[in-house]
Every structure is written in structure tokens, then in C-alpha cells.
């Protein structure tokens, strides 16, 4: 399966300024996701990223907020905008599976708004 | 709208006791259903894929069987270990390459 590279690992953040997480993928795929983990909550879909195109968002997430880079099929970004302490989340970035295997997921971004 | 639900959401057993964790789907069209384990603060790390068409999956002291018509799959985990502490969330897609969508997620503490 993919092996993903997810950067930073965590960062604290001054509220009113932007965070860029990146993704690095070893391997060329057709779909990348980024997900949220609110504090003691399950994974909440932010957007899907494919290649070439514009990021399909998930309802309550807006382009302005996260928007997202996708320039090429091993590599992507997300940006949180304009942060709040409600933007303290780990932040993790996943691909969709070959034929057979299970979705793989970056180590997480853990972010603090302060 | 599929709806994913893991009980109990907490569990605490002493070492050497069988765990068996839970997940209920409200849909049965489903395409994969994957097991993932998660440490504090962490990502997630895969530790079982169930394809839509199979029953079971076994991996070590780890089984997770697949009911589609009850809707539910449950993960065993034999001989428990206090390294098995963690979160153990499920999560199914409904066609290849979809978004997954998750369980609430069961907290384990294996006692020593």
C-alpha cells in the first residue's frame, strides 16, 4: 500500500494566521482526502482532492477555509485560513486504495490555535 | 445516509482477557469495511480490510467478520496486551475510491 509523508506533525498557531499542511505520497494516485479530528471526536471529511480539478468540499467546509492544492498525483496541501482555537484539530490526509487494499492515512497534522 | 456506530465508545479489561469491539452500519450496500487502530495524538494505522464479498479477515491475534445483512462487523482481539491500549475506530466506503465514513471509535485500556 501508499506510504504518505504529512507535514508538520503538529504546530501551535496564533489565531488570525494560516497553517499549510502538506502530503507527499510515494506513489502516483487518482484521489486524496483530508479529514478532521476534532478533540475527542471521530474523522469528519473536509474535502476530496483529485488531480487536475477543484476540491469537492463536504458540507460545513468551505473552499475560503481550507483551500486546497492538488498540482500533481503524488502531492497535495491543505490550508487552514484565518484560524480560531475551534480550528485546533489533528488534521490528516488519506488515499484511496489499489484494487484490494485499505485507505492509507498521513501520521496527522495536530494543530493548537492559541 | 450511512450512519456508523461503535459500542461501547470506552472499555477496560485486564491483560489476557479477549476484547471484542463493535460497529453497526445502517446501510448493507457497502464496498469495504476497514479496522483502524489510533494512539493518542496520533494517525491511523490500518489493521484490517474486509472487501464487501468476504465474511472474515484474520491478521495475528486480530479477526473482524462482516455481516452485511445485520449490518455489523465486530474485531476480536485475542490474548489482549496492554499495547493494545488505543482508540479502534471502523470505517466503510460505499465504491471504490469513495470517502470513508467512520464509527464513533471504542477506547481500549488493557490493565496490566
Known amino acids: 500500500s501508499a506510504v504518505i509523508s504529512q507535514k508538520p506533525s503538529r504546530d501551535i498557531c496564533q489565531r488570525g494566521t494560516s497553517l499549510t499542511i502538506q502530503c507527499q505520497v510515494d506513489s502516483q494516485v487518482t484521489m486524496m482526502f483530508w479529514y478532521r479530528q476534532q478533540p475527542g471526536q471521530s474523522l469528519t471529511l473536509i474535502a476530496t482532492a483529485n488531480q487536475g480539478s477543484e476540491a469537492t468540499y463536504e458540507s460545513g467546509f468551505v473552499i475560503d477555509k481550507f483551500p486546497i492544492s492538488r498540482p500533481n498525483l503524488t502531492f497535495s496541501t491543505l490550508t487552514v485560513s484565518n484560524m480560531s482555537p475551534e480550528d485546533s484539530s489533528i488534521y490528516l490526509c488519506?488515499?484511496?486504495?489499489?484494487?484490494?487494499?485499505?485507505?492509507?492515512f498521513g501520521s496527522g497534522t495536530r494543530l493548537t490555535v492559541v | 445516509k450511512q450512519e456508523v456506530t461503535q459500542i461501547p465508545a470506552a472499555l477496560s479489561v485486564p491483560e489476557g482477557e479477549n476484547l471484542v469491539l463493535n460497529c453497526s452500519f445502517t446501510?448493507?450496500?457497502?464496498?469495504?469495511l476497514q479496522w483502524f487502530r489510533q494512539d493518542p495524538g496520533k494517525g491511523l494505522t490500518s489493521l484490517l480490510l474486509i472487501q464487501s464479498s468476504q465474511r472474515e479477515q484474520t491478521s495475528g491475534r486480530l479477526n473482524a467478520s462482516l455481516d452485511k445483512s445485520s449490518g455489523r462487523s465486530t474485531l476480536y482481539i485475542a490474548a489482549s496486551q496492554p499495547g493494545d491500549s488505543a482508540t479502534y475506530l471502523c470505517?466503510?466506503?460505499?465504491?471504490?475510491?469513495?470517502?470513508?465514513?467512520f464509527g464513533g471509535g471504542t477506547r481500549v485500556l488493557v490493565k496490566p
Open positions: 488519506s488515499v484511496a486504495p489499489r484494487q484490494g487494499y485499505g485507505y492509507t
Open positions: 470505517a466503510l466506503n460505499k465504491a471504490a475510491g469513495n470517502k470513508l465514513t
Open positions: 446501510d448493507s450496500a457497502i464496498y469495504n
